[in-house]
């Protein structure tokens, strides 16, 4: 589908010119028809398969099309779980704003409280926003969300992975009026914690779901190598870098220390080399993100803080030097690559440690790998065999336990919901103040 058929305004289509889209997605191509029909939105699709523009376009149309519920509140709100999501969604939404009298701001943990402030002043049409960093300024009255007119939540099931419900719950309730919209996106709609709050905050919404998020990526080959230990998993990822051809690569490990022993190791080899994790500053993370998106390195070596929110279409190749702890992550990191309509590689290296982590990450994918074996490089290691429960032996096995007697166990009332203290975002527990009573000038009755 083309995007001219969607109906839009003729300057979205001017800029989507210029950037060079033609034909949408299949999640944009379901999801951008409600959206700009003003419905609210229950929307799951895989990692890389467009949801950035199926809900940035809609917003867009609507802020050019309709009018400003309040002359100063923001009219769009987009909430991701990251910094590294947040800067990618903004940067995008500049490019579609350039030329525009609408203004955008980004708001997110480790930058400059003050300095935020100032911009929330300027009166943003559209805000991109971490929820814990956004709750902040709220509870600062540093802006209000009375007018808002379309709240958009991305990856809403990493937000709650991380702690947000609460933060979620508080904006939602700052603009909780009858003429807003809301789309939420998650990379699966089948988790219990996803459908509770999607029913709270969306109000009868269409529901679009692309396949699962677990669903295999066709344009990525995924490739699984046994090893036996440290110096094993090192010397395949030398032959595999060496031997590749490649454009960037990113090689993903368990822990921060390893992203920069790691990368130090891999430099060693001759590769431009990099290396990513959650210690560095904000603005320390931007430049290196951005070198690596102008190519001015070729390997970046990153804990999963690179797994989302980094959308390079010159990334050809993917390596687990370490599985991840969590399954989904594991779609998540292998989808840095075979973006654009790219083909990628992933390369998982699986050593005696990984391998209750493979078998989650099978029965995750309702799939099994094959194991693929590089000459001179053969591993010992075969894979462990699932333990058995077996009875305990001798006596006594055959003697019966003696019942236990039963303690009256007094109920605890529930606990009030807790808020997340996350120290990337600033994220506090509050007590939101009340809402601004709105003057008739300020809100339009129309």
């Known amino acids: 589908m083309l995007f001219e058929e969607f109906g839009f305004d003729n300057r979205i289509l001017n800029s989507i010119g210029h950037l060079g889209f033609e034909h949408a997605t299949e999640i944009q191509a379901r999801a951008i028809p409600e959206a700009m029909a003003g419905r609210d939105l229950l929307a799951s699709s895989k990692t890389g398969s467009g949801k950035t523009l199926a809900y940035l376009l809609p917003a867009l149309h609507r ?40 203004t955008s701001v980004l708001i997110q943990g480790g930058e400059n409280f003050n300095d935020q402030h100032k911009q929330l002043q300027k009166d943003p049409h559209f805000i991109v926003a971490t929820p814990g960093r956004l709750v902040d300024h709220l509870k600062q009255r540093n802006f209000y969300l009375e007018g808002l007119e379309l709240l958009i939540l991305d990856e809403a099931d990493r937000m709650l992975d991380l702690g947000f419900a609460e933060a979620m719950r508080a904006i939602n309730s700052s603009a909780n009026h009858r003429q807003r919209q809301t789309l ?29 998020g677990f669903d295999e990526h066709k344009d990525i080959s995924q490739h699984i190598l046994l090893c036996d230990h440290l110096d094993h998993k090192e010397a395949l990822l030398k032959h595999l870098l060496t031997n590749q051809t490649m454009k960037q690569a990113i090689v993903f490990t368990a822990t921060k220390s390893d992203t920069v022993r790691l990368a130090e190791v891999v430099n060693s080899w001759g590769f431009s080399t990099q290396s990513l994790n959650g210690d560095l500053s904000q603005s320390a993370r931007n430049k290196t993100m951005e070198s690596f998106a102008k190519g001015q390195f070729n390997v970046l070596v990153s804990t999963d803080i690179a797994s989302r929110g980094l959308d390079i279409a010159s990334v050809s190749h993917v390596f687990n030097f370490d599985l991840p702890k969590q399954a989904e992550e594991f779609v998540h990191r292998t989808g840095r690559t075979g973006r654009a309509g790219f083909k990628g590689e992933a390369y998982s ?30 591993p010992k290691f075969k894979g462990l065999k699932p333990v058995k429960d077996t009875p305990s032996k001798g006596k006594k096995a055959d003697k019966k336990e003696k019942p236990k007697t039963s303690k009256k166990v007094h109920k605890k009332s529930p606990a009030k919901a807790a808020f997340h203290e996350n ?21 339009d009755d129309e």
Do not use: C, H, M
Not at 69 to 86: F, G, I, K, N
Not at 184 to 212: C, M, W, Y
């Open 349 to 378: 290296l699986v050593g005696p440690k990984d391998w209750p982590s493979f078998k989650a990450i099978e029965a995750f994918l309702k799939k099994s790998f094959d194991t693929e074996v590089i000459e001179g490089l053969e």
């Open 423 to 443: 120290q990337q975002d600033g994220f506090e527990a509050f007590k939101l103040p009340p809402k601004r009573f709105a003057p008739k000038n300020r809100i």
């Open 63 to 102: 802020v050019y099309k309709k009018k400003a519920l309040s002359r100063r509140d923001p009219r769009v709100v987009v909430l991701v779980p990251t910094r590294e999501l947040a800067k990618q969604v903004f940067g995008q939404l500049r490019l579609l704003l350039a030329g525009s009298r609408f």
């Open 184 to 212: 939420f996106f998650s990379a699966t709609l089948d988790n219990t914690d996803v459908s509770d709050i999607a029913a709270e905050l969306l109000k009868e919404p269409s529901r679009v779901a692309i396949g699962q």
